[in-house]
């Protein structure tokens, strides 16, 4: 590192207390630690204008930051580039543009095995509950959602696709809009862990029996994923190791001013627990 250089890394995050973001926050931190560098947290609260005005302080300050789930756009997040200044995007919002480096997990892959999953075990009236409309992560795991219907001949029911934030209130409720159905599903994919323990919830409010009556899968797998009961079947993402591996990035990108893969996608894997099981009513 030269004499320029403050050995501070500059990292932009919406919530610093949920659980998925503070997997990558671990990830980054022991990152830093291996590379003798240290870790500046910054929250953005989902704010555009605030995100935008923290990067900017950030260049002041730092040699780099990384972003997780930006608002900002591909152009602005490529002027910083521009300038000389090195940002490497994790878990991008929105699809980005080619050249801006990135650490992204196969959201299609782990939508795929929950699919596969649910189907294996008998499932025919599978229901998701998604995250917002036009989310990368969104509409990557609709698009396995979908495909794993079409691909066992099963009809898509636009009754059975409920949007949510990724939340627990709100997965409570698109819980309760799907199992107060005149006929309900058998299986809920849940596009979040935390949108999946809200379905626990409002499943055990209607007196209904998890895995019996109803089965639940995941997605992300986070430390609440052991805690609830039934333990979640979930699609696992490598949290830590993203956020690792953003910095190991970021790292090359300080040192030689570009890298050959900007874009990184790291492996989901479905991890099952006690939330599934074959149906013991007919779909």
Known sequence: MTSARTGLVGILVPVVSDLYFAGMLAGA???????DLRLVVTPTRHEHAHEASLLDDMRQATDG????????SSGELARALDNGYPVVVIDPLLPLDDGIPSVVVAHRSGADQAMAHLLGLGHRRIAAITGPPGWLATEARRAGYRAGLEGAGIPLVPALEVEADFDLSAGAAAAAQLLDLPEPPTAVFAFSDAIAIGALRSAHDRGLRVPEDLSIVGFDDIAHATVVRPTLTTVRQPLAEMGRTAVGLLTRLLERGSVETPRIELPTRLVIRESTAAPRRSA
């Open 29 to 35: 931190a022991d990152g830093v630690l291996e590379r």
């Open 65 to 72: 930051a990384l972003v997780i789930l930006p608002e900002a």
